[in-house]
């Protein structure tokens, strides 16, 4: 009871959760990300304070950080990634499909596949493989993180 209690919009706790964890939810896809972020909501609802919106820009920027770190990792270790995950003539299909995907829907996918379990990790670890435009990539990820954050 007094975990939840310290769920406040007013708790240095309730901002280090909405950052960290949708930040490390990207490379360990297993952590709760998506509950934290709605239990704080619930924890803060019927508050008229302005610092919620803080909730949602840090849980926004734990979003756009993960995703960012996702995509690093893969441009750094892209081939090590691409030998224990797509090695085979099924992988490098798979591999060709990522690749084909975000040439076709770019952005788009990259929002979308924001909220599917799983999808968000391969997809930024493909972005990062196929050396996808990192410009383009900040902004999707940006985009994909404030829109989740909200919703």
Do not use: H
């Not at 995509?71 to 995950?85: D, K, N, S, V």
């Not at 003539?89 to 995907?101: M, T």
């Amino acid at each position: 009871m007094s975990t939840l209690a310290s769920l406040q919009v007013d708790a240095l706790l309730s901002y280090a959760i909405a950052i960290v964890l949708p930040a490390l939810d990207a490379i360990l896809p297993l952590l709760p990300s998506e509950t934290a972020v709605i239990t704080l909501g619930v924890a803060t609802a019927g508050s008229t304070d302005p610092r919620i919106g803080l909730l949602v820009a840090f849980s926004a920027a734990g979003a756009f950080l993960g995703d960012n770190l996702c995509y690093l990792l893969g441009r750094r270790f892209g081939p090590r990634i691409e030998r224990r995950f797509f090695r085979g003539e099924k992988g490098a299909s798979r591999l060709a499909w990522s690749e084909r995907s975000l040439e076709r829907y770019g952005m788009p996918l990259i929002v979308v596949c924001r909220f599917i379990p799983g999808g968000r990790t391969a997809v930024m670890l493909c972005c990062g493989i196929v050396r996808y435009n990192q410009r383009r990539f900040v902004v999707a990820t940006a985009v994909a993180g404030v829109i989740w954050a909200s919703y």
